[in-house]
């Protein structure tokens, strides 16, 4: 098999309707199942794929189909249920390397499954990596479904129609358009594999044991209890009925195949059980059983993609499911959660059962519930495709230890969460398990920023543990949202409005001085010896009437986006029987334009919510817990508000070039490493991003010569030693500034030389630079998040001070903008104490040729510009460092199952 060929391997993907297919190359062992699909095939379909009813066309295609493999020709074939439902195919064009013709064929009793598309998907990943850019189709103009396939695919296609045929020319660059379109028949098709998890008519609960502390009863006594609407039985030999269900002795005994089973058998039994059940005909696992080891691992999950079953775990709580028409409480759960409205996905069994309570607590409630367990196969991203459409889910929380594929994620987790919150545990934010850095880019990419780049792009709101997420959905479900950052504080206890006022700012919001004319307003509402400088101190004196008017008074006013009340009991109160929490809990509807939370220090709850007119009003019992959610309730008001962002164009590159440098570098060093100078030049050079004039020079005339050439005579330079494998050159002293004239440069060079003979193999030469804001930019390929883009204060300081901002490439124009303006030297950038702005249009177009770049060029693993000098007339990179690896491209968007 040639190397052409090796590159695409076996993989599972989803149909419209939902059933596994696999996708591989085809080869001379499908011949007679592929000669199989034309002969079953009806005159008229065949009439349509060879302009003739010929089943001799068909056997000629076969022979073509599955010879061995050959350059230029690629055929992929879909397979399902042992038979072959599909075919596609392209063979390069003879007078354009960049073209190639395809064909494609369905089975009768599979159009409209979405087979043909899947296909040339998947044809298309493979045609960009061979090289070509454009695919060529003759067909019948009456033949509507195969126009009607290229036509929805996404890419850009023309048409030209003559003599009863149509001439298809598809374009293969792909871009927004076609990632959504890829996006969309993604959910269609995840959304129906899901509904015999989600939604199932029937139930088969494998494993119930007969003692009432087994696991698998204990989930069949919570789908009795739960009221579940289908079908329920249950798999035990030894007994006839379990908790009132039916019991048969085997999965192949069943009277009829259920949608779901949830299996609870000792681990070495799982695969031998799962295949049981997909000889049955079950359509998707939830198993509970711990313990799998690699081995057994990898056989639960080839059983479940050969029979085309979704699987949920193993070792997982279980699934539940609260609507009306279902009423499924698969877990095994000491406690059933409220019906509700937001969706629950959980790695940790633990975490969820405390989300559980938590949302039953506050009273939200659950919508959905699955607990992933070790994720072998349904992920966060599946569910939140189910919760985009399944009519009940307004509010998303995950716990998600690790990611199958981020970048699917983050397009996901973005289109989700312009419809409703989705809220996540930032688990495992310890750099435990990062490799050590070998450049600044490395050092500073930790895995805590890798996460939350992700998270902010896809906005996402990420929290630091449970008790946050629920002080955060409770205050997301509960008030408008506030549309910035400008907190009220009011207080019946001035001490406590000061503390209060205090975990705003920590929070990252602004407590701002009141309007004098808003002030006064309050002041008269309020009784005497109150103050409105913000915090705003009521006195222990104020009444329910007056502190609902002032609150009010102050939530209509467009000078701050929340009210913050804190109330401690009084004496005062209790002797009046006035009650100030009540001015919270009876708020009119019509003043909810603004966010209005409370603070009570003496309640029990951690949160609860406060019923309200046309509402309810957030309770927190410490001031920190009210701050950081309103922070991120004002983040992600933030979010909303902001274009979602493009990725630009970026003109006068030359990836073929690039590709070719970097495979010649790998040619002479197959294991990669770090390139050397004039390489790092020459690549920089493809993308356009700006360096500091360089010459190469390896001994000390030519060092004196290229300092001549570049600054003439007086003219002074920076002498750079090199060798491979040489990072941080001013650690290494193998830096030499400010030389003036030949003989400064030929004793620096010689000095150089003689402290490191034998390693260093030359010397970079480069005009000393003038005065600028010297600033660090870099990307690191992340093995599971992708290319990450890092930027923030340069110099020799710039791991000490980690002055960073850092987004996931292809950078759009957003994110080019957060990563200017995050980082705290942003002003030095935009002209600080009367310095001018730096030339932003040119750090920006540097910022998007380096996302280009690491997009571009999947062997790029580091690259490190430090120090990027900024000035009001350009920008350069001074040093660059830059390393890559032999690796193959990986289009994280393609359609596939793990």
Not at 504 to 519: D, M, N, Q, R, S
Not at 526 to 537: F, K, M, R, S, Y
Request: glycine share 10%; net charge negative; with cysteine.
């Amino acid at each position: 098999m040639t190397e052409t060929a090796r590159r695409i391997k076996p993989v599972h993907a989803l149909l419209a309707d939902g059933r596994t297919v696999e996708i591989r190359p085809a080869g001379p062992e499908d011949h007679d199942q592929v000669l199989w699909l034309y002969e079953e095939m009806s005159d008229a379909n065949l009439r349509l794929r060879f302009f003739a009813p010929s089943h001799r066309s068909g056997r000629m295609d076969a022979d073509r189909i599955c010879r061995p493999p050959r350059p230029g020709f690629r055929a992929l074939i879909a397979y399902y249920d042992g038979s072959i439902v599909g075919v596609a195919e392209y063979e390069r064009s003879g007078t354009d390397p960049t073209a190639a013709e395809i064909a494609l064929a369905v089975a009768d009793d599979f159009h409209h499954r979405g087979v043909g598309t899947l296909l040339l998907e998947h044809l298309v990943h493979a045609a960009r990596g061979d090289g070509i850019t454009a695919f060529t189709a003759d067909a019948l103009s009456d033949n509507h479904e195969v126009l009607k396939v290229f036509a929805d695919l996404g890419l850009h296609t023309a048409r030209h129609f003559e003599h009863g045929e149509v001439h298809c020319t598809v374009r293969l660059e792909p871009d927004e358009q076609y990632l959504a379109a890829v996006d969309e028949r993604g959910r269609s098709a995840d959304t129906a594999s899901l509904r015999p998890l989600l939604r199932p008519r029937s139930i088969a609960v494998v494993g119930a044991g007969r003692s009432p502390g087994s696991v698998g009863r204990a989930v069949l006594r919570n789908l009795r209890r739960g009221g579940f609407t289908g079908r329920l039985t249950a798999v035990n030999p030894k007994v006839h009925a379990i908790e009132h269900t039916p019991c048969y002795p085997s999965v192949d005994r069943l009277p009829q195949a259920p949608d779901l089973a949830v299996l609870a058998v000792p681990a070495a039994a799982v695969p031998e059980t799962a295949e049981q059940c997909g000889q049955a005909g079950v359509r998707a696992l939830v198993v509970l059983s711990a313990g799998l080891d690699g081995k057994l691992g990898r056989e639960l999950l080839t059983v479940c993609r050969r029979h085309g079953m979704r699987l949920v775990g193993p070792n997982c709580l279980g699934i539940a499911n609260a609507e009306t028409a279902v009423h499924m409480d698969a877990t095994f759960a000491a406690h059933r959660a409220l019906p509700g409205t937001a969706g629950v996905a959980v790695q940790s069994g633990g975490v969820g059962i405390a989300l559980l309570g938590g949302m039953t607590r506050l009273g939200i409630g659950v919508s959905s519930f699955v607990s992933l367990g070790d994720k072998y196969d349904v992920s966060g991203n599946d569910l939140l495709q189910w919760w985009e459409s399944d009519g009940h889910t307004d509010l998303a929380l995950l716990h998600l230890e690790s990611f199958g594929n981020p970048r699917a994620f983050s397009r996901t987790a973005r289109r989700v969460a312009r419809k409703m919150p989705v809220l996540t545990v930032d688990a495992g934010r310890s750099a435990a398990g990062r490799r050590a850095a070998a450049s600044h880019t490395a050092a500073a990419a930790t895995r805590t920023m890798t996460r939350q780049a992700l998270f902010t792009q896809a906005g996402v709101i990420a929290t630091r543990t449970v008790g946050e997420l629920l002080d955060t959905a409770a205050l997301l479900h509960s008030r408008p949202l506030p549309q910035g950052g400008r907190i009220a504080v009011v207080s019946n206890a001035g001490g406590a409005g000061v503390l209060a006022a205090d975990a705003c700012v920590e929070a990252g919001l602004t407590v701002p001085e009141l309007p004098a004319i808003l002030a006064d307003e309050v002041l008269a509402l309020l009784p005497a010896g109150a103050t409105a400088a913000n915090p705003v101190d009521t006195t222990a004196a104020v009444g329910e009437a007056a502190l609902r008017a002032g609150v009010d008074r102050l939530a209509e006013h467009g000078a701050v986006d929340a009210v913050l009340v804190v109330l401690v009991p009084t004496a005062l109160a209790a002797a009046t029987g006035d009650d100030p929490v009540r001015a919270l809990s009876l708020r009119a509807p019509d003043h909810r334009s603004r966010t209005v939370v409370a603070v009570l220090p003496d309640q029990a709850e951690s949160v609860r919510l406060l019923p309200s007119a046309g509402g309810t009003v957030p309770a927190y019992a410490d001031p920190q817990s009210a701050a950081r959610a309103l922070a991120h309730a004002a983040g992600r008001a933030r979010w909303l508000a902001q274009p979602p962002g493009t990725v630009p164009d970026v003109a006068g590159t030359d990836p073929a070039r690039a590709h070719a440098v970097v495979d010649a570098f790998l040619e002479r060093q197959p294991d990669g490493g770090w390139l050397d100078p004039r390489t790092c030049a020459e690549l920089l050079d493809c993308y356009g991003i700006p360096q500091l004039p360089s010459f190469w020079a390896d001994t000390e005339q030519a060092a004196a010569e290229a300092a001549s050439r570049l600054t003439g005579p007086g003219g002074r330079v920076a002498l750079k030693a090199y060798w491979p494998g040489l990072v941080h050159k001013s650690e290494q002293g193998a830096v030499v500034l400010d030389l003036q004239g030949p003989e400064q440069v030929r004793t620096a060079y010689r000095d150089l030389a003689r402290r490191f003979a034998g390693t260093m193999t030359g010397a970079l030469v480069q005009p000393m630079a003038g005065r600028g804001t010297e600033l660090f930019a870099g990307m690191v390929a992340d093995e599971v998040f992708g290319p990450l883009v890092v930027f923030g204060l340069g110099g020799t300081a710039t791991e000490l001070l980690a002055d960073h901002a850092a987004r996931l490439a292809p950078l759009t124009d957003r994110d080019v903008h957060d990563l200017i303006t995050t980082p705290l030297c942003a002003p030095l950038l935009f002209g600080y104490r009367g310095s001018g702005p730096v030339d932003l249009e040119g750090l920006e177009q540097l910022l998007l040729r380096l996302s280009a770049l690491a997009c571009d060029l999947p062997q790029l693993v580091e690259a490190d510009f430090n120090p990027l000098l900024a000035r009001p007339d350009g920008i350069a990179a001074l040093d660059v460092r830059i390393r890559v690896l032999p690796r193959r491209r990986h289009d994280p968007y393609l359609r596939r199952l793990r």
